[in-house]
């Protein structure tokens, strides 16, 4: 565990470099209100991006099989360089970083993990560790899938739109490389979050009281 703090100082750094390129190169449209959609997506999107971060700095930590390792180096490496990005159009826009966040349930059916869930990767056998956390990941990058639809519609600012495409891109062509990992560990994945499965009416009113 000696390695984590160090790596994500690191990050932080990274991030607030960003954060001063996107207050220099964000486009002067108009301000967004806190509950915009671009807002809106903004902060969910940072809370989710950020749990995939800890999931990938967790089995970095523990895991020596190369290619899991180059995978979560890769998503923590691109989430948290989004995050960066994120945070700096919220300074931008004259909100705070923090808000309003998904509730637990809102969370649980956007694919994030649970408090239980992020503790068996660091209490599991290594191997089993690493099973747990593709499926985790998989999860978690099928319902990002989902959290980006709303910034795809037309209207939304320009900027939002391009991160939303790229999230789209990047996390589809990850589910099928680590959906092809966990085969080769013998494995499948977890059944689908709600977001995807369509059972969706429930979180999406959870996510309107948190906001």
Do not use: Y
């Not at 807002?39 to 899991?68: C, G, K, N, P, Y």
């Amino acid at each position: 565990m000696t390695r984590r703090p160090a790596l994500i100082a690191v990050l932080a750094l990274a991030a607030a470099l960003l954060i001063a390129a996107a207050l220099a190169l964000a486009p002067r449209l108009g301000t967004p209100g806190a509950q915009s959609v671009e807002v809106r997506f903004v902060r969910e999107m940072i809370q989710h991006h950020a749990q995939a971060v800890d999931m990938a700095t967790r089995i970095r930590d523990r895991s020596e099989e190369r290619t899991l390792r180059s995978v979560a180096l890769d998503i923590q490496l691109s989430q948290q360089e989004q995050i960066g990005q994120m945070r700096g159009w919220l300074t931008l826009w004259n909100l705070p970083w923090g808000g309003p966040g998904m509730t637990a349930e809102h969370a649980r059916m956007m694919g994030m993990a649970t408090p239980a869930e992020l503790s068996r990767l660091d209490t599991l056998p290594p191997a089993d560790a690493e099973r747990l956390f593709l499926q985790l990941m998989i999860r978690h990058h099928q319902g990002a899938l989902a959290m980006v639809k709303p910034a795809l519609a037309p209207g939304v600012r320009p900027e939002v739109r391009t991160l939303a495409r790229q999230i789209d891109a990047a996390q589809g062509g990850e589910i099928r490389l680590m959906t092809a990992m966990l085969a080769a560990r013998g494995a499948g994945p977890l059944p689908a979050p709600a977001a995807v499965t369509g059972d969706l009416d429930h979180a999406g009113m959870e996510g309107e009281h948190a906001h």
